[in-house]
């Protein structure tokens, strides 16, 4: 993210009039959600209702609620629960499940999935939704190391005469200046941290830490850095404190999805992911129910003695009607475990037979012992979609002529707001086709003629179908 910087002196003016390259995060695609930014609660746990706070509009009553559960989950006392999203196509369940992981921060963790992930060919169902729970269990471990932490001032590798071959050189050692608070320190490292510390593209300027195990670890950039031109992704970080040589009480967040894997494929290496990869000596190369087993024993182990902290969050399981019932009684299983996430489901069904049952019908196509709390969205107004609507547009970068916004809000109320949503973009382009910077009524006009809502098709396709023979 940094690599501009690098080449370029702190002080180049003539840089700084150039236009601004766009930026990544303004280039990229746009993705339904993309507004979405939280639940937009204030501290009491209340919708804001006057700003489309966090990107939402209205559903006061599910955004207060997912946010009693985003507090529940922080304090772990909702682990092992489903809560089921329940409402209308388009009426933000999805949206709401995208809040909630921003509300959860990345220190907890976060684990979507769609019902129909579970039919694979490859890996059993049972197997797939197996790994998403341990995907949301987070272990968060503590250690105190000696390491040497400072704003890197030089490094500088010295080269010298390859032995076994005739071509090229190789490092022999790499000169490394770490500056912290208290002072400076020259350091004499072996190649293969230079290694690393180019693979995390550590620049002079960046703040780092150095394990005794050779690990290398970019902190961020350094404070005094800040003034000059550089990305805005950058997280500045001031000098360290204390001298470089100390001891240091890392953290580091994974997840017990992550150790499974690690142990099945050990890579071998100073990372933390690697050490964590030998925790168990499997010689395994698949992810078993026993190497889960084992991790699980090692990790048990690392809490009993301080070292670790279980971080349950949060599985995401959208479009849950499509889950089977083997599928369901797994589940049941899985929120019993004694390591279990908290599980969000989110349908759009009503009364629905259970798949892969020949009878049984139940509320949302889920078995009953499963919905315990249910959360509903409610289909929204008028009003309500207009101010979505203007959110989306601001966020294209799309102007809207007098009374489009209405126009769409109406159209969106009659159908869902997702059609009033996919509206604005193909609108724009007729509005370019036809020289216009911004969307004017004559242009969704056009594109009423162009497509169709799905009630209208519908209704068009049983009206064709009444007139066959
Ligand atoms: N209250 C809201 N405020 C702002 N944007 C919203 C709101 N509700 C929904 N949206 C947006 O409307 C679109 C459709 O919502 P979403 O995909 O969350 O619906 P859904 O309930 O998951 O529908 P489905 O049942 O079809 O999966 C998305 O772009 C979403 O971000
Ligand atoms: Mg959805």
Redesign the pocket.
Known sequence: MKASTSSMPSSAPVAHKAPLPPSSSRSSRIA??S??KGLGLNSEGRAITDT?AG?????ENA?EACGIIVDLVKSRRFSGRALL?V????????????AVSHELGSKVPFCPMVGSEVYSTEVKKTEVLAESFRRAIGLRIKETKEVYEGEVTEMTPSESENPLSGYGKTISHVVVGLKSVKGTKQLRLDPSIYEAMLKEKIVVGDVIYIEHSGAVKRVGRSDAYASSYDLESETYVPLPKGDVHKRKELVQDVTLGDLDAANARPQGGQDIMSVMGSLVKSGRTEVTEKLRKEVNKVVKGYVDQGVAEVVPGVVFI??VHMLDIECFTYLNALLESPMAPTVIL???RGNASVRGTQDLVAPHGIPVDLLDRLVF?EP?SKD?VA??LQ??ANIEGLKLAEGVRDMLATEGEKT???YA?QLLAPASIIASINDRSEISLEDVGEMNELFLDAKTSAAMISASEKLKP
């Open positions: 339904p959600h507004h979405i489309a990107g939402f509009v209205g559903q955004r999203l409402g209308a196509p388009g009426t933000g369940k999805t949206a709401l499940a995208l959208d479009e989110a349908t759009n969205t929204y309500q101010r979505v959110l989306r869902s707001l997702r949503l």
